[in-house]
C-alpha cells in the first residue's frame, strides 16, 4: 500500500468530505485508483458517505451561486446529472431555486429602489 505524506492525506480525506470521487482524487495525485479506494476502505469510509457528502457540497454550491456547469466540470459530470441526483437524492428542486433566488433579485432592487427614494428631497429646486 502507498504511504501518504500528512499533506496528501490532507487533501484526500478534505476532497472526500467534498465529495468526491475516488477516480477525480486518484487522477489529481497521479497516482492508480485502487491505491486511493483501498485507502477510503481502510478507513471504513463508505462510498454513499463519499456521495452524500457530494449531494450536500452540490448544494451549497448552488446555493451560493455557482453555475451548474461550473459545478461539473470540477466533478468531471454532465450538469443534467446534478439536477436529476439532486431531484432524485434530496427533492431538490430546481424550479423552487430559481423562484427564490428571482424574488431575493427583486426584493434587493426593490430595497435600492426605496433607498434611492428615501434620499430624494421632498421637493425640488
Given at each position: ?66 453555475s451548474l456547469e461550473a459545478i461539473a466540470e470540477q466533478y468531471e459530470v454532465n450538469p443534467y446529472s446534478i439536477k436529476i441526483m439532486l431531484w432524485r437524492k434530496r ?35
Amino acid at each position: 500500500m502507498t504511504k501518504f505524506n500528512a499533506k496528501q492525506r490532507n487533501f484526500i480525506e478534505n476532497a472526500w468530505n467534498h465529495g468526491f470521487s475516488d477516480r477525480i482524487i486518484a487522477k489529481k495525485l497521479s497516482v492508480p485508483y485502487l491505491v486511493i479506494y483501498t485507502y477510503r476502505r481502510n478507513l471504513g469510509l463508505s462510498v454513499i458517505t463519499v456521495s452524500e457528502n457530494r449531494y450536500d457540497t452540490w448544494i451549497q454550491l448552488i446555493e451560493k451561486g455557482v453555475s451548474l456547469e461550473a459545478i461539473a466540470e470540477q466533478y468531471e459530470v454532465n450538469p443534467y446529472s446534478i439536477k436529476i441526483m439532486l431531484w432524485r437524492k434530496r427533492s431538490y428542486s430546481f424550479r423552487e431555486i430559481n423562484k427564490r433566488i428571482l424574488d431575493d433579485a427583486k426584493s434587493k432592487k426593490a430595497a435600492v429602489e426605496d433607498a434611492r427614494l428615501e434620499t430624494k428631497a421632498p421637493f425640488s429646486w
